[in-house]
């Protein structure tokens, strides 16, 4: 009876689940609730967790609660640590979730809400999820390997190569993309520069009281610094109201770009305690707090999405960024659905945490999950305000015009009606003095999220303080990542360059830690200022190229996997990994090229460099700009030959894992696994 | 009543005990246990294990995108 009644209850949950997908996908016309998305999203993770995740728990990896994990061999209460299940999914959430989740969503709407919220649902249960499961347990029977010791050790020397190599590439891209979108985020905005400043003085406050003080109180230390930040957020209006002060906090575009490369050398290079760590603690609160609201606020408001469900843009000539659905929606929302960086975390931390391996499905396959759902709420924030107001905010003045009039004739012709009194009045309401060209999703998913909190609480009188709220949440955890990722990227280029010259790889030793962090902070300062300098608004060249080199990451953990899987002699069930790799194989490749040979010079980065080259020999480009266009030449050339260089790295990859399942499939080569020998448990069962 | 409020109670509890457990401020007292379990003479003090738990943990990926 019991059974029956658990059947039937799956039952409805799969029927509502199909019910809200279909509302979504074939309603037309009048603006639909947000109530949909939720549901769509919420059924389906629920059926996909307990058919789907099951499935792989059972069948394809067939864990094993009597064999101890690395937290039980190896406790020593500092790296190696049991840890509840819960907790451990807390740590594990608050790594993953970064702003590829808030933003990646937020630009891709602009081919309408359906596509990327079908692939942040559909991408999830059936890859991203995989991934991030498959590569904990991997780790897991590995003592917490890391994915390139892992491709070291299962596919090849090389493939280990390849692997760290791809992490230094995607991390310096990241770093500059995600500055990118900070300083698009903050320039010309006193109240939001103002309000990010002052995170520097307020971490730096409670570095000093965790290590002097009260060491390791991170929850009182949090608290106060907590309080101090939202009263920096409220501050921040008096900051923008004051002429003088204004005038202190207005920045560039390139001014700020200066100042947040300083920021990342000096979270770098500075002791970890002092900076970086504090923020991190300020980060993951807010963080939490946040997308709670922000959940908490949509289930309240219920508020109706505007945008249609496909845009005139799916044709590939979109403002936000150039190219068709295929491939570049998929590259665009990136972590929403599936993240390589991820198995970065499930294949660090989180392994020698965890105390059973049937944990491993609540933490790695639940966790994205959640992160799933946090790319939803971000297209529904976006998507809830009306079309023009959001190509308003995304689109490069190069396209739109920087006047609102302009830009309003422009938008309005394409047939999302906008009239420039609206964005000077949402503009003032939110106490900005324009948000016109803002390009990156943070302030639009600002704006979103200001509308969805203020219509809960504080009407449009708090709006201005919901989305300078809204900004400082975004941009606050982006430098945590930002300064995190520097951080991790000086230990890289450390180790790399130690091999030439032994003192510069000690990790303790001035010289090296300066010389590095340097190098580090060159390599994605670089791509922070080619993106500010950018006449299409960086984001449009720099996101796609993060995504290609975050997917691609993807495909080399899920080769790993699916070379693991063959050892272990999992053939049965290998499309689970299989079939997701070469999806990510395929969009990845098709982006690349696309990217570095399309004839569309908003698409192609060679065919945009020939295009300025050919204005310049025709002398139509002035004299004063031919120095910056041939920097804009040299940028597009680059970036072609850095997709390239990432394309070649998975192609090389594949090849040599091919070669090795070939091996293992027609029996030429026996499976060696490295996984470490089996130990029963010692803990009882309900430990 | 009564085990509504006992059961609100436990509820409280093992939620403050995860909080303090997610956010780091349990780390040293599990270290000093663990050390206490395997007999380990001179565990770190409080300050010594804050600073070089953070430099462990800030030297690998732990902030995703």
């Known amino acids: ?687 | 009543m009564r085990r509504t409020w006992n059961i609100i109670k436990r509820g409280a509890t093992h939620f403050w005990r995860g909080l303090r457990e997610w956010c780091g401020d349990a780390a040293y007292e599990k270290y000093v246990n663990c050390a206490a379990r395997k007999g380990q003479e001179n565990p770190l003090s409080a300050a010594e294990f804050y600073v070089e738990r953070l430099n462990q943990k800030y030297s690998r990926p732990n902030r995703c995108c």
């Open chain 1, 1 to 687: 009876m019991k059974r029956l009644l658990a059947v039937i209850a799956w039952v409805a949950v799969g029927g509502v689940g199909a019910a809200a997908l279909s509302t979504i996908a074939l309603h037309r016309g009048e603006p639909i609730s947000a109530t949909w998305f939720v549901l769509a999203a919420v059924c389906t993770y629920l059926v996909a967790y307990r058919l789907y995740s099951a499935f792989i728990a059972a069948k394809l990896l067939v864990l094993d609660n009597t064999r101890a994990t690395p937290s039980e061999r190896r406790d020593d209460g500092r790296d190696f640590v049991p840890t509840n299940k819960w907790v451990l999914f807390g740590h594990h959430f608050a790594a993953i979730a970064g702003p590829g989740p808030l933003v990646g969503p937020t630009l891709a709407a602009q081919f309408g809400y359906l596509p990327g919220t079908l692939w942040l649902i559909a991408g999830a249960a059936f890859a991203g999820c995989v991934q991030d499961f498959v590569i904990l347990f991997c780790s897991i029977r590995r003592d917490g390997k890391t994915l390139g010791e892992m491709a070291r050790q299962e596919v090849s020397k090389r493939g280990g190569l390849i692997a760290q190599l791809a992490v230094l590439a995607i991390m310096i891209i990241l770093l500059g993309v995600v500055a990118l979108v900070v300083v698009n985020a903050l320039k010309s905005s006193p109240w939001a520069t103002f309000t990010l400043a002052s995170t520097i003085p307020i971490a730096l406050l409670l570095g000093v009281y965790l290590r002097f003080f009260r060491p390791g109180r991170v929850l009182e230390a949090s608290v106060i610094g907590v309080a101090l930040v939202l009263f920096a957020v409220v501050a921040g209006q008096w900051v923008a109201d004051s002429a003088a002060w204004s005038k202190v906090f207005t920045l560039s575009g390139v001014t700020l770009a200066f100042v947040i490369i300083l920021y990342g050398f000096a979270a770098s290079a500075l002791p970890v305690w002092l900076l970086l760590a504090p923020r991190d603690y300020l980060s993951a609160f807010i963080k939490a707090g946040a997308i709670f609201t922000l959940a908490a606020g949509i289930l309240l408001v219920r508020p109706h999405v505007l945008m249609p469900p496909l845009t005139r843009f799916v044709d590939g000539n979109g403002p936000v960024f150039a190219g068709k659905i295929f491939p570049f929606c998929f590259i665009t929302i990136a972590c929403g659905a599936i993240s390589g960086f991820h198995s970065l975390i499930s294949s660090g931390t989180t392994p020698k945490m965890i105390q059973r391996e049937t944990h491993a499905r609540f933490i790695g396959y639940g966790a994205m999950l959640l992160e799933s759902f946090v790319g939803v709420m971000a297209m529904v924030a976006a998507c809830a305000m009306t079309p023009g107001v959001y190509f308003a905010i995304n689109s490069p003045a190069s396209i739109v015009g920087a006047a609102p009039e302009e830009a309003a004739q422009t938008i309005s012709s394409w047939g999302y009606p906008l009239s420039a009194a609206t964005m000077t009045g949402l503009a003032h309401a939110v106490g900005e003095q324009t948000l016109l060209n803002r390009a990156g999703g943070a302030p639009s998913l600002a704006v979103g999220m200001a509308q969805i909190f203020s219509s809960t609480i504080g009407g449009e009188r708090l709006l201005s303080i919901w989305y300078h709220f809204a900004i400082m949440f975004e941009a606050l955890f982006i430098l945590t990542v930002l300064d995190a990722g520097t951080r991790v990227g000086r230990f890289m280029v450390q180790e790399l360059i130690g091999r030439v010259w032994k003192p510069l790889g000690r990790m303790n030793w001035y010289p090296g830690i300066l010389l590095s962090s340097a190098l580090i902070v060159a390599a994605w300062g670089y791509f922070l200022y080619q993106g500010v300098v950018d006449p299409l608004g960086g984001i449009n060249s720099l996101w796609p190229l993060f995504g290609i080199s975050n997917q691609l990451l993807a495909a080399v953990a899920l080769v790993v996997a699916t070379t693991i899987l063959l050892k272990m002699g999992r053939v049965r069930w290998i499309a689970v990994t299989l079939l997701p790799m070469a999806w990510l194989v395929v969009i990845t490749m098709t982006a690349s090229y696309q990217k570095i040979f399309s004839p569309s010079p908003r698409i192609g980065f060679l065919s945009y460099a020939n295009a300025l080259t050919t204005q310049i020999a025709a002398g139509t480009v002035p004299a004063a700009k031919i120095a910056e266009t041939q920097r804009v030449i040299f940028n597009q050339r680059l970036d072609a030959a850095v997709t390239a260089v990432l394309a070649g790295m998975i192609l090389v990859l594949l090849v040599e894992a091919l070669a090795q399942w070939y091996a293992l499939l027609s029996r030429k080569k026996e499976p060696a696994l490295h996984e470490t020998p089996y130990v029963a448990t010692q803990w009882a069962e309900g430990d």
